[in-house]
């Protein structure tokens, strides 16, 4: 084991679907391995909701509402390196294909006038607490500066090792060919 102090990791899902995550529990066993080097900061694994002083965050998933936008930032000003890990953190990614749409249709349709809605009683939600969505879903970079990419959706588990291997020890991430891809 390490006799160095372990770093501390955030992760966070943003317009994603969480498979980022759940290809990251596919390191299986190796989790423990990665426990003798890191602890979780915020994270769907801790279920800690705010972020605080970190080495590396791992950011899943797009921005397309308000809260993104505060949450993404936050993490850029807690980590000292930041990771889009996933296409939808890189360039939108799936939730990105309404960007070609009208967001006022989208939201009727979908919530009021779409097949099988009670168009009497259906209403698009208008609460207060909602955070304000985007007019398109936007990449991660165009709101923070980004230190690496993880491209996949998702990265397979050994691409996710290999990324989290290289970054821990200190080297700058490399991913070989066989575990590069782009779907
Ligand atoms: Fe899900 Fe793919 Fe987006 Fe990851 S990149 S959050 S797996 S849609």
Redesign the pocket.
């Known amino acids: 084991m390490s006799a160095k102090p372990k770093l501390r990791v955030a992760t966070v899902?943003l317009a994603?679907?969480?498979?980022?995550?759940?290809?990251f529990l596919d390191i299986d066993e190796r989790f423990f391995e990665l426990l003798e080097h890191v602890e979780f900061d915020r994270s769907p694994l801790t279920d800690v909701k705010e972020v605080g002083p970190c080495d590396i965050g791992l950011v899943?998933?797009?921005v397309c509402n308000a809260e993104n936008v505060h949450v993404l930032r936050a993490f850029r000003k807690h980590c000292k390196v930041l990771v889009a890990?996933?296409?939808?953190?890189?360039n939108g990614?799936?939730?990105a294909q309404r960007n070609h749409l009208d967001l006022d249709h989208i939201l009727l349709e979908v919530y009021q006038t779409g097949y099988a809605l009670d168009r009497e009683r259906a209403f698009v939600p208008n609460d207060p607490e909602l955070p304000l969505l985007l007019d398109k879903v936007r990449p991660i970079r165009e709101i923070v500066h980004v230190d690496h990419y993880l491209c996949?959706?998702?990265?397979s588990a050994d691409a996710i090792w290999k990324f989290l291997t290289d970054l821990i020890g200190g080297a700058t991430p490399y991913l070989p060919y066989p575990l590069r891809h782009f779907d």
Do not use: K, R, V, Y
């Not at 994603?16 to 290809?23: E, I, K, V, Y």
């Not at 996949?152 to 990265?155: L, R, S």
């Open positions: 899902s994603g679907c969480f498979g980022c995550h759940t290809s899943e998933g797009g890990i996933g296409a939808c953190a890189i990614g799936l939730p996949g959706c998702p990265p």
